[in-house]
Every structure is written in C-alpha cells, then in structure tokens.
C-alpha cells in the first residue's frame, strides 16, 4: 500500500471507527481520545498528542469540522480545511484513527467510542470536561495535560498577521 493511502485509511466515519474500536477492545488496547482544531500543527500540538499516546494503545482524535470551528472561533478560521488537517494529523506515527465531528462539543462521540482515556489540555478541571460522566460511568480515566508554554495557534496567526 502507498504512504498517502495509509495516511487516508487513519481517517475514519463514525461507523467505520465504531467497528476499528470493537476489534481494538476485543485485542485488549487502551483506547485513547482527545479532540481539537489542530489548525496550524505547531510544537505544542506534538508534545500534546504524543503525551495523549503515553497513556495507551490506541490515540484516536476527534477532528472538528470546518464548520465547527468558524462557529466556534468565527469565520476567519479555520486557516486550513479539515481534510488537510485530518492528513496532516494521520500522517503523525502515534495518531491511530480521526474522526471528524459537527457538534458544539465532541459528546456524543465520546458516547459512540467509549474510550478508556479522556485527555484534553490542563486549562480544564477534569470533571468540566465533555464527555467525563460517560468514561467515569464506564471505569475509565480522564487527564489532563500541561501544554508547553508559548506554542498557540491564535500566537502563530497574530505573530504572521504582525509581520506584514
């Protein structure tokens, strides 16, 4: 198989990743989520993600849509579509599965994969966290993880929009 159909075959529909999720389990891994824009990649997404592949088997990303992230961040962004960032994300060694999602939150996604561990950055407490009573309801963890200082996306645009 091609690199960019390896690369591609990471980037699941929820369907798709329910079933990859029941083989996984079925093999006894650890299922990992966390979810985010990823818009620029940048030091601080890679320390995160791969510190989020630490705590398991199996890191699986949910992938804010386009859509999302203009609602969420308004329409400047997002500065990459989503399936440039769902290749740049797959293409990383320790990024098992992405999983697009619409939503405000990634809630009900975390209800359709059940996973054994919920990470998301140190800015939240863990029981703000979405999705905290669907893992604690199935025994699982939720850990948060301290980003490395000065790495931003929101810093990258403003140093590039600073420099014109």
């Given amino acids: 198989m091609k690199q960019i159909e390896e690369i591609k075959n990471k980037i699941y529909t929820l369907e798709n990743l329910q079933c990859k999720v029941k083989e ?11 979810n985010g824009c990823f818009d620029i990649i940048h030091k601080g997404h ?9 705590l398991g088997d199996i890191l699986i990303i949910g992938l804010n849509t386009d859509l999302s992230i ?10 990459q579509d989503q399936e440039s960032r769902a290749i740049i994300l797959a293409s990383m060694q320790f990024v098992d599965a992405i999983v ?4 405000p939150t990634p809630y ?13 950055g140190a800015d939240y407490k863990p029981e703000e966290i979405v999705g905290y009573d669907i893992v604690k309801a ?3 963890e ?23």
């Fill in 24 to 34: 996984w389990t079925k093999e006894n891994k650890k299922i990992v989520f966390t």
């Fill in 46 to 54: 890679i320390d995160y993600l791969a510190k989020a592949k630490d």
């Fill in 70 to 79: 203009s609602t969420i961040k308004g329409n400047s962004r997002p500065i």
């Fill in 100 to 103: 697009y999602f619409s939503d």
């Fill in 108 to 120: 009900e996604l975390i209800k359709a994969i059940k996973p054994d561990v919920l990470v998301k």
């Fill in 138 to 140: 199935n025994k699982g």
């Fill in 142 to 164: 939720i850990i948060t993880l301290t980003y490395l200082e000065g790495y931003s996306t929101t810093n990258i645009i403003t140093k590039i929009h600073s420099e014109k």
